[in-house]
């Protein structure tokens, strides 16, 4: 089969990746939500989870790159149409990472995929090797209303960072938490990483709480915590420096 040459991805992640694997002037349409990772901007469907598919049909893709169960029911529809789907649902890290190699070898660019891999492994190799023994206690909050402590890979990430996440274990789903667990573990730092908030999340979301917890709190980009793409090495580092 011919390396496709009209990419369009729904998926900010894949967006993410596509742009690291070298095939972004591939790209023929995206969602409001990938804007951020690119420097041109290809045909606006939508937002990821109600994309127009009909204009997406007129685009003429090759394959469309989804991401995540969240977009399952897009997946499937374009799949009912005939349309060929590259669908990613890593929950932990080392999943992530390898998907890099797997996006790869879907466009045509397996070298590519197989290096951007590696670079990332070796890239938390080196954070893991930096972090201190001390192994803060870390909350990480992907949602504020309810509040929700973050699952699937970032557990992993924190780890790597240096720190640990009692929270949720690494590759389940970010679950709803109570005040109370997260007043019994006594975290020495708060990351506020709002979905959909960008760098934007305000601290006072949780300080007004009246949780008594007394920790740092930072707000860190969600595209760089929630996010499974390479982003996701950065908020490693990011959170390495915090700790």
Known sequence: MAPPNRIVSLAPAATATLRELGVA?????????????????????GGWLNPDLDELAALDPDIVCTSDALQAEVRDALRDRGVRVYHMD????????????????????????????ARSRERLDRI??????ARPTVYCEEWADPPMAAGNWVP?????AGGRHPFVDPGDRSRAVAREAVEAADPDHVVLHHCGHGSRADPATFADRGWAV??????????????PSPNLIDGAERLAGLF
């Open 156 to 160: 992993g990430i924190v780890a790597a």
């Open 25 to 45: 002037d591939r790209l023929v349409g995206i969602t409001t939500h990938c804007r951020a990772e690119l420097d041109a901007d290809p045909t606006v469907l």
């Open 128 to 133: 893991r090797d930096r972090a201190t023994d």
């Open 214 to 227: 007394d920790a740092e709190v930072h707000v860190v980009d969600d595209a760089l915590l929630n996010q």
């Open 90 to 117: 890593a929950r932990t890290l080392p999943e992530v990472i390898d998907g890099f190699a797997a996006l790869g070898g879907a466009v045509g660019r397996e070298g590519a995929g197989e290096r951007l891999a």
